[in-house]
Structure formats: structure tokens, C-alpha cells
């Protein structure tokens, strides 16, 4: 009997039949990334129902040097949860570990498996007069344990920070099978360095997340969605700036979208309208949001004080014209815009995504610099930049020249291009991964271009958490 089969039984034995699979049927849909651009193979797909029955799986892996791979909903952006092509490895769903703890209203938190959906987590919270500030167009599929180990960011970042910041304590399997346990919250716990802290991003690779306490915050009781039309990024940003002045606390979201991006949506979307009849450069969504216990007079306030912040803005040039959403449902017309920025991009074919931030004063010249310099080193190509300008980062497309292979492009130039503007984020001092992670997409770019210092402590503490590499390898660095 081959070490393989060995482990299979073993294996089996341990997780039971609702444990483990070798069907390819049911492992054919995990073992190609969400975006089609990896595609793996696995020994079988197992799926342990609790972190005491993960443990001695990892356990199990390490007494026979097989590699895992952890996966949440299977939802991420480069390729982190994906198995190697040669079938060698376990892939291990965390999605059973799904069980949601009662929230605690006075505190504000909530302790969930790793295999809870974030679409789950918004409705559980909202049916307590709570929410969780944290969403993306993924939220229906997007898992807890996959949103802490690549950091995710979406829409709120602006005002209430990343995954990382609403991690109050975490649990989670060991390299060896132990599991580090911490999830009571402490205020004050300075017991040495913060160690959950070295699960958040690390993408599966220091340790298996397998539940977490997170922070909620009150439901909103009034939101003001605004679309902004602006002549240029830099003018957005001033935009941004003033209503950060005047609504302090209150503007949630900040996403900017240029004019052609905006028509690719209407393309894409035949019935949705665009908000203002004006054609501008640059598009502006804002969202400022009032909560459900704020004083008596807030809500009406907020959107007086919107509708002030715009009047001054329109008046001073920096915008061209803006509209406020009039109910529930044209605010969530405006979302759809944004939302569907990246399925029409890639109805209009071929194109190479760059997940970039640089600090956030300079967006606009980085954007208003480098587009024109690329299209015209890549003649034909398109450089479309959307995102979210309130936290310094966008989504940079350079979109392909019309006729090209597909294949041919993404082999050739699509790599080419990428280099380039990922050498030229390093240089105005940015980031190759804002909030989509590194995993297999951006490891070789990470390589190349990471400090060596910080490269070198990444590589240590992954040698000292787990020596015999069999998390998660291939992901995030060599």
C-alpha cells in the first residue's frame, strides 16, 4: 500500500464519509480559482466539521509530509486556495466549520467558524440592530476564515479599516496540528507580540483559521448615497477631502470610476440609467451613513449637511454636477454601477488587473502619470483605473488591443505589462497587493521586488511556524 492510500484510509477513518472525497465531480469545482486562471488537481477534497477534527487531520498530514491546501469560498483574486496541478496535495474546505455563536449585543461582537458567509454574518448582525462593516461583491460566497487570512478590504476600508482591524481574537491550527487558541477579547493583553495578528493575510500558510471573534458596530439608521461627476482625479480627491471635513465620521465609502468605465457598465447593464446626464472624466460614489442610534435630528442633518458639502463643491468648480439618491432603492442602482465595473470589463475582452495602492495624496498624479506612459509603450491597450480612491487604492486594468488571442496576450504582453506597472508602483513607494492577497499570482513579483529585509522575516517566520512547508506551499513567497 502506497503512502497515499495509507493516509486516505487513515484519513477516512478520522473525517468519516461526509469528510472526505476523491470524487471528482465534487472536487472539480474547487480546484480551479474563482477568476479560471488556475487550475490544480488534489488527492481529495476534505472537509472536517470541527477544529478538534482539523487538528488531527494536520496531524495526520504531518506524520506523512503531505501538503495542504486550506479553502474558504473558493472566492479570492490570485489564485492562494488553488492545489498544485499534481494532484499531491489535500485540499481542505473549511465551509462545515460554519457555526455562529449567539452575538453579544452589549459588546458588540460575535464569535464565528471560519466557515461562516459573510452574507450570513450581515444578516445575523442586522437581526440584532448590528451590522459588520465590511462587504464585497463576493459576500455571498466570501467565507470568515478566507476573509482573515487574505486581509480583505472592499468598500468600507475608508472608515472602519480592513479585515485586520475587526479581528478582536482568533483560533487556529497549527503547522504541528496545535491549536492556537485566543478568543476572548482583552482591551489590554501585552503579553508580547500580538499573535493572531500573524494569521491575518498570511494566507494559510502560518496556520489554519479556524473561528474568530469580530467587532460589529451599530446598524445604520440613515444612509446618504451621492453620484458626483468630476473633471478630473485630482479633483475627486479634493471632493473627498471636503466631505471628510464637513460629515466627520460619517463617509463610509469613496469609490471613483472614470467615464469609460462607467459606459462599459451601461453596455453591460442595458437597463440600468446613468445617474447624471453630465459626461465628466471621473464618476464619484459616496456613501455617508448616520447610525440607528444616533441623537434625535442626525439623519436629517447628514443630508442637509451633504446636500451643503455639494452646493460648495459645485460652486467652487470641483465638481461638475451631483445627485443624491432619492430612496433605498436608486442608492442601491448607484452600488450596481460600481459593483459591475469588473464583469463589464471583462465582457469587453481581454484584459491584465493590477490590485495596486500608493499613498493616497499621490493617486492622482500616479493614475493621471502612468496610464498615458503605458498605452503608449503598449500601443492599443486601454488603462482603466477604478476603485477606491479614499484609501489609496484602485484596481489598475490595462485592458487588451481588439483581435488579439486571448492566449497568446495573456502569455506575451499581459505579463509584460504587468512587470511594468508593478515596477512602477515599487517605485512611487506603493503596493503590488492592496487587498486581493499574493497567493500564486503575484508570489514571483513579490520575490522580485519586496525589500529583502521584509522578504527575509516573512521567510523566517514561516520556516519557524512551519518547517516542513506543508501549508499551503507555492502561496504568497517561494
Known amino acids: 500500500m502506497s503512502t497515499f492510500d495509507t493516509f486516505l484510509a487513515e484519513a477516512d477513518a478520522l473525517l468519516g464519509p461526509r469528510g472526505l472525497t476523491r470524487d471528482a465531480d465534487l472536487t472539480a469545482p474547487w480546484t480551479t480559482d474563482w477568476r479560471g486562471r488556475f487550475h490544480g488537481a488534489c488527492l481529495a477534497l476534505a472537509s472536517p466539521a470541527d477544529t478538534a477534527q482539523l487538528s488531527a487531520l494536520v496531524k495526520l498530514c504531518a506524520a506523512h509530509r503531505l501538503a495542504l491546501v486550506p479553502q474558504g469560498g473558493n472566492s479570492g483574486m490570485s489564485g492562494g486556495a488553488t492545489p498544485s496541478p499534481d494532484g499531491k496535495q489535500l485540499l481542505v474546505s473549511l465551509r462545515r466549520m460554519n457555526t455562529m455563536g449567539a452575538i453579544d449585543v452589549a459588546e458588540q461582537r460575535v ?220 442608492a442601491e442602482a448607484f452600488w450596481t454601477l460600481r459593483e459591475s465595473v469588473s464583469p463589464a470589463e471583462r465582457a469587453q475582452g481581454p484584459a491584465v488587473q493590477h490590485d495596486i495602492s500608493v499613498p493616497v495624496a499621490d493617486m492622482p498624479r500616479f493614475i493621471e502619470t502612468v496610464s498615458p506612459q503605458l498605452e503608449a509603450e503598449w500601443p492599443g491597450t486601454r488603462a482603466v483605473a477604478f476603485g477606491h480612491l479614499g484609501d489609496g487604492n484602485v484596481h489598475f486594468h490595462m485592458i487588451a488591443p481588439q483581435g488579439v488571442d486571448p492566449a497568446t496576450w495573456y502569455a506575451g504582453e499581459a505579463k509584460a505589462i504587468s512587470a511594468r506597472v508593478h515596477d512602477l508602483v515599487t517605485q512611487w513607494h506603493g503596493s503590488i497587493s492592496a487587498e486581493h492577497g499574493i497567493g500564486q499570482l503575484k508570489r514571483d513579483e513579490l520575490a522580485r521586488l519586496a525589500d529583502p529585509v521584509a522578504l527575509g522575516l516573512l521567510r523566517a517566520v514561516k520556516s519557524a511556524l512551519d518547517p516542513q512547508g506543508l501549508l499551503n506551499p507555492g502561496k504568497l513567497m517561494n
Request: proline letters at 5%; one cysteine or more.
Open 111 to 330: 464569535t464565528c467558524g471560519a466557515g461562516v458567509v459573510l452574507q450570513s454574518l450581515h444578516e445575523a448582525a442586522e437581526a440584532q440592530g448590528l451590522r459588520f462593516p465590511l462587504t464585497l461583491g463576493g459576500k455571498g460566497s466570501a467565507t470568515i476564515g478566507g476573509l482573515i487570512s487574505t486581509n480583505a478590504g472592499g468598500t468600507q476600508v475608508l472608515r472602519h479599516g480592513s479585515m485586520r482591524a475587526m479581528v478582536l481574537g482568533i483560533e487556529a491550527v497549527l503547522a504541528s496540528g496545535q491549536v492556537y487558541s485566543a478568543l476572548t477579547p482583552l482591551r489590554k493583553d501585552n503579553r508580547g507580540f500580538d499573535l493572531k495578528q500573524l494569521f491575518i493575510g498570511a494566507e494559510g500558510t502560518l496556520g489554519i483559521v479556524t473561528a474568530a471573534t469580530l467587532q460589529l458596530v451599530p446598524a445604520i439608521g440613515e444612509r446618504v448615497v451621492i453620484w458626483a461627476a468630476a473633471p478630473s482625479l485630482g479633483a475627486a480627491r479634493q471632493l473627498l477631502q471636503r466631505c471628510e471635513e464637513a460629515l466627520p465620521g460619517a463617509v463610509e465609502g469613496f469609490e471613483v470610476l472614470p467615464q469609460p468605465c462607467l459606459d462599459h457598465v451601461l453596455e453591460y447593464l442595458p437597463e440600468a440609467r446613468a445617474p447624471l446626464a453630465t459626461r465628466a472624466p471621473w464618476h464619484v460614489l459616496i456613501e455617508a451613513v448616520a447610525p440607528r442610534d444616533a441623537p434625535a435630528g442626525s439623519a436629517t442633518d447628514l443630508r442637509d449637511q451633504c446636500e451643503a458639502a455639494l452646493a460648495s463643491a459645485l460652486e467652487d468648480g470641483v465638481i461638475l454636477d451631483a445627485t443624491i439618491a432619492a430612496s433605498e432603492a436608486q
